[in-house]
């Protein structure tokens, strides 16, 4: 990793330099919370010219005491550093500094993957296996468990010690990437990241419950709907055992219910035993599905989120699928084949 031409990229600030920092669209807890204690560890250097966001983010109302863009999922809506982030449309669009997070590729940061052009120095802090190497400064780690692991990495460098507010972000992602710490690359490296954060003070049992406990009770019953038709096809593809479920923009609207209370919705169809590999497959406009799929080990999944135009993980992958259900499960089922 380029360790040194990003923490040089940092001092080599001018002063008054402006600094943009920028995360997958649609952020999960890896994106928001890598970006967020980045942001607060900048700040903590003296950086006052900051500014955070991703693609899609608008101006909040100020409803409810959160001012921050409505297109943060309730769950995240406490994180230190929210102050920091501003509608896409009011980014810098030459910052002197340009950091993305948990982005394997430049299309994941939408219209503002532009600042890779523009900005004085861009660096890339990520972990997908899939990274397309875009960008000038690579702080690329596929073996870290989250991004966060390599943002912690670079805070060391620069010599921002932790705090209880960088603690609860980066842990917020490590939790999140690492399916709270069962996932197959929790590593000792990563129960001793998790200690430091702690030792700052914060409360796992408060942030885990905020951000993996609380949902309406609405999602609850959309889940019985999603749930109930789930379909499995133990011999998909070539022997692959297959379970998938879909969720349409109605599902969502008839329980009143906001597309994040999906994201874990692959965590309750993957567990069956039957399959090897599980798909969920998430409405997102007409005729646009974001999918997500899990392996147990067998199946490569990146391998066919790539080839359909998406990326991730070798056991946790994702695109955007076209077409309709069936399109996009047939467009899986002929990868599996092919895999
Ligand atoms: P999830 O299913 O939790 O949304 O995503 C699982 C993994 O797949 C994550 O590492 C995420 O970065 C990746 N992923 C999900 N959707 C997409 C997508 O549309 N494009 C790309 N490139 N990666 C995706
Ligand atoms: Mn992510
Ligand atoms: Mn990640």
Redesign the pocket.
Same mark, same amino acid.
Request: zero cysteines; a negative charge; aromatic letters at 4%.
């Given at each position: 990793a380029d360790w040194a031409a990003a923490v040089a990229a940092v001092h080599g600030l001018p002063a008054g330099g402006t600094v943009l920092l920028v995360c997958?669209v649609?952020p999960?807890g890896d994106a928001l919370g890598s970006m967020l204690g980045m942001a607060l560890g900048l700040r903590r250097l003296g950086i006052t010219q900051l500014q955070a966001t991703f693609p899609g983010a608008t101006a909040g109302s100020g409803d409810d005491g959160y001012a921050g863009p409505p297109e943060v999922p309730e769950p995240f809506r406490w994180l230190p550093g929210l102050d920091l982030l501003v509608p896409a449309a009011d980014a810098y669009p030459a910052p002197d500094l340009f950091l993305c997070f948990?982005a394997? @590729?430049a299309?994941?940061l939408g219209g503002l993957a532009d600042r890779l052009g523009t900005a004085g120095a861009a660096v890339v802090l990520d972990h997908?296996a @899939?990274n397309t190497r875009f960008g000038g400064i690579h702080l690329v780690d596929p073996g870290a468990a989250a991004t966060s692991v390599v943002a912690e990495g670079l805070l060391n460098r620069l010599e921002v010690p932790l705090d209880a507010e960088i603690a609860q972000c980066l842990y917020v992602a490590l939790a999140t990437?690492t399916g709270s710490f069962r996932f197959d690359m929790t590593t000792p490296a990563v129960h001793e990241m998790a200690a430091r954060l702690i030792a700052t003070g914060i409360s796992p049992g408060v942030i885990s419950r905020r951000i993996f406990d609380t949902r309406p009770f609405g999602a609850v019953r959309l889940y019985g709907d999603v749930l109930q038709r789930a379909k499995l096809e133990p011999e998909a593809a070539g022997g692959v055992g297959l379970v998938w479920t879909y969720a349409t923009l109605d599902d969502l609207a008839r329980h009143g219910q906001k597309p994040y209370v999906l994201?874990a919705l692959?965590d309750s169809v993957r567990c069956a035993a039957e399959a090897d590999v599980s798909c969920?497959v998430k409405q997102a406009g007409p005729g646009e599905w974001?999918? @997500?799929?899990?392996s147990k080990g067998a199946v490569d999944v @990146?391998r066919v989120?790539?080839a359909l135009?998406?990326?991730?993980?070798r056991l946790?992958?994702?695109?955007?699928g076209r077409g309709s259900v069936d399109d996009v499960i047939g467009s899986i089922r002929a990868e599996l084949r092919g895999a």
């Open positions: 997958h649609n999960d948990d394997a @590729s299309s994941r997908h @899939s990437d994201e692959i969920v974001a999918v @997500s799929m899990r @990146s989120a790539v135009g998406g990326g991730g993980h946790a992958a994702g695109f955007t």
